[in-house]
């Protein structure tokens, strides 16, 4: 969006009309209500920019049905120079005239008619250039149909639009709508507001509504509607215009719209040639993830060091609208109590909307028709007064962060103690701390208009944290996106019925519908569209349940980009679930459940023994889990914080996630045997996400990097461009990219995987998390003690003939009895030494690691993982040593 400027935020509201609760719509729902219909339409809104137009920013639902609008306002207008009673010149006549037409033509090319035209919806800024507001709302009640008023004003109707007549789908008099109105209607309406400017009066405001309409009817008798107009009201010789502005004067008040030109074909008319040249055509702004150049241009000061010596500059005007709208909110910002303020909101006490008098039939007497419920197209201005005193002490310089150097960017810009302390905050308040959020705006727009070039830095931001204003391009650079997505989904065939439209038909009405924009008629358009074009571009895959759920948060982030959302889904599934939307997918899901089952083991292994008992394995409840990546089980605004930092992890990730899930809930499932277990899952309680996010961290750095290894995992990737996605470097690689060595983890077939309890590691993760050399392990946790120990579990006289340096041998059968009992001894005491830490088992045999291993977590030893491959693994690189013969 365009920088705020010389404008205002103003809101005005509005209801929608109301349907009957007992009736429901032809799939057996409930009727989907006005207000979200309205929702829904306005979304598109949002991108219309030009600078003709007033830029839409928001709108919110509130009770019975009520909505308010926000957008740019300027508290100028034509109505103003009406007012005055003074004739325009005509060369600000066409100037106006112009300036409007350009505003109605790219509404046109939008598919848009603004049919709301009137002397207080022409604003004109600050330089008294023309600013169209309230052009979206015929388009967002559906021609008028969602709403109980008429859209548009008496005086300026089109003769057309008056013979149509008023039409509300309640009437059971109309069988059908009245064909909407195109753009010659407005061409109209600028006619009467173009006389008005040469009269100096406002027309027909001294009859009756009904008298008015009638007279604008027999307008089309008259052969010269401008003087016909100009006689009514008594100023037939006060206008004295050239002939050129008399005759777009007619061409606009041509009675009938076959005959009257369009918006375009006026804009191309003779009498602007004067006109036109003094402006340059609109050009529109690049979008990121575009095929234009990606690094957008820059508009700076010439001297940024002289930012903070100018304390009147007014930077929070260069800032884009919607932004200053989301900080407004931030600092304390409510619509419904503007608009109470002015008495826009009136509130009126329930006993009062009683009627006086009811039939036994139910007929009502008494009261009156309330008139809050029609259209007050009054606009209250949103001060920002509070929002300025909030940011009064963040410096200028605050505004330009430089990216100059990969140092952290949120040092640089945030130089008061204060800010640098919000950064340990919790994340929810963060993200509600307005200089906070500011700063972190800033930095990551300056990063996005810099993306691909500056992509690390954006990685290294993005895991303090992601604003979320900007969270919807923050994760489609973190997924690599880049090339013409735009041009790629229009390319794809998305009308074409297929097999699957049946089943995403009725899955989307079942999706996250408690979000308003989700559940909105356009949001199941675009559901329906994205999911499609992914089906058809996927012909080796199929359509799952559950995969609507994982295209919920993209789509909602990019709910005016459905390419972006597209490209962003099609970039996630291949990195996180990979094959799991083939045909066949049980060998893909069985391993990866099986990789879970072994994950709780390694990390909470008292609980992994309860729940094997009880027979609770993850079949019965985490297939929805890692299908949907937890888009199924949790609502979006938790989605969303688990993202950000999913997104920054690697595939195995989402393991750690699950663990963190099952340990906060960890108590109940102690306690309860398989049915309560079943109860628990079918209804998951609340979940603390910002403890999961950061418990998954942790469990994650204690997972070594091949105890996730996957053979049905993705492949490693091809250096470049492999569809939207671009390889990205991530704070924690995938075992899965690397290359593979004599050292690496070898395939395992699933029956022999689902018999370990502990995952194994390879031979090569050994090495790097001991950093063997001569002198034994080396790395270490903060409290100084080895993070991993090596138990080989080999006779002592096979441990003397060559071990890992720094290892211990515990014999098999010196610490476990035959019953896998934990015997009383030395080496028992030994083992308890090294709980908590990584322990890796090592043998000959696979099977006599595979037991230890179990044994070791059956009586709940935690992390404990085995040697893929055993010592075998490690003789030929010369790092096993051998003990000094004792002289």
Known sequence: MRPLKDAQLGAFTFFASALPHDVCGSNGLPLTPNSIKILGRFQILKTITHPRLCQYVDISRGKHERLIVVAEHYESSLSDFQKQGK??????????????LEGLEFMNKHGMVHRALSGHNVLMDCKGNVKLAKFGLYHMTNHGADVDFPIGYPSYLAPEVIAQGSFHPSDPSHDESPL?????????????LLFELCAGRRLLQNIDISERLKFILTLGCMDDIVTVLAEEHGCLDTI??????????????????????????????????????????????????????????????????????????????????DEVYHLWCL????????????????????????????????????????????????????????????????????????????????????????????????????????????????????????????????????????????RGLAWAALLGIEGDIQAKYETIDKDTPIPTDRQIEVDIPRCHQYDELLSSPQGHIKFRR???????????????????????????????????????????????????????????????????????AFHDPELSNHLNEIGFIPDLYAIPWFLTMFTHVFPLHKIFHLWDTLLLGNSSFPFCIGVAI?????????????????????????????????ESINLFCWTPKSATYRQHAQPPKVIGDNGFGKTTACYSSDYQDMPKTDLSREPLALCDLKAEVSPRISAEDLI?????????????????????????????????????????????????SPDGELVQCPATGVLQNYRGRVIVVISHAMKSAAMFAAHLVKVNFPRVCILDGGINKLKPTGLLTVPSPQI
């Not at 004739?87 to 409007?100: D, G, H, M, S, Y």
């Not at 209607?185 to 006619?191: F, H, K, Q």
Request: hydrophobic share 40%; net charge negative.
């Open 180 to 192: 909407p109105s195109g753009p010659k209607t407005d061409v109209w309406s600028l006619g009467v």
């Open 87 to 100: 004739t325009a010149c005509p060369e600000k006549v066409l100037q106006i005239a112009f300036e409007v």
């Open 662 to 694: 099952l340990q906060q809930l960890r108590d109940r499932l102690l306690a309860n045997g398989f049915n309560e277990c079943i109860l628990l899952f079918s209804d998951l309680p609340e979940i603390d996400i910002e403890r999961c996010v950061r």
């Open 331 to 470: 600092a304390g910002g409510d619509l419904e109590k503007e608009l109470t303020n002015k008495e826009i909101i009136q509130s009126k006490p329930p006993i009062c909307t009683l009627p006086n008098f009811v039939l036994e039939d139910g007929e009502s007497f008494g009261q009156g028709r309330d008139r809050s419920f029609l259209l007050d197209d009054t606009t209250v201005t949103l001060s920002l007064c509070q929002l300025r005193n909030r940011l009064k002490d963040v410096a200028g310089e605050a505004y330009y962060p430089l990216l100059e150097d990969e140092q952290s960017s949120l040092s640089q810009s945030n130089s008061s103690h204060e800010l640098s302390a919000t950064v340990t905050l919790p994340l929810i308040i963060r993200e509600r701390d307005t200089e906070y959020q500011l700063i972190r705006i800033i930095l990551f727009d300056r990063l996005l208009k810099a993306y691909p070039y500056k992509k690390n830095l954006m990685w290294k931001e993005a895991r303090v944290d992601i604003p979320p204003l900007v």
């Open 768 to 816: 790097d998390l001991c950093e063997l050399s001569l002198t034994g392990p080396t790395k270490r946790t903060k409290a100084g003690k080895p993070k991993i120990v090596a138990v080989d579990i080999r006779s002592v006289e096979d441990y003397s003939r060559g071990h890992i340096s720094g290892s211990i041998n515990i014999p098999f059968n010196a610490v476990f």
């Open 240 to 321: 004295k215009l050239p002939e050129n502005v008399v005759e777009l004067l007619r061409k606009c008040l041509t009675f009938l719209p076959s005959k009257r030109p369009t918006p375009a074909e006026l804009l191309g008319d003779p009498v602007f040639s004067g006109v036109s040249c003094r402006y340059t055509p609109f050009q529109k702004p690049v979008s990121l993830f575009s095929s234009s150049l990606r690094c957008a241009h820059l508009e700076l000061p010439e001297d940024i060091s002289d930012l903070c010596k100018d304390d009147d500059e007014d930077y929070l005007s260069e800032r884009a609208i």
């Open 530 to 600: 994205v999911l499609k074009a992914w089906v058809v571009s996927h012909p080796d895959l199929v359509y799952w349940q559950g995969l609507d759920s994982l295209c919920a948060p993209f789509l909602y982030l990019n709910f005016n980009n459905e390419a972006l959302a597209y490209a962003c889904m099609s970039a996630f599934i291949p990195k996180y679930l990979y094959n799991f939307f083939l045909k066949d997918n049980s060998h893909v899901i069985q391993e990866y459940l099986t990789v879970f089952s072994q994950m709780i």
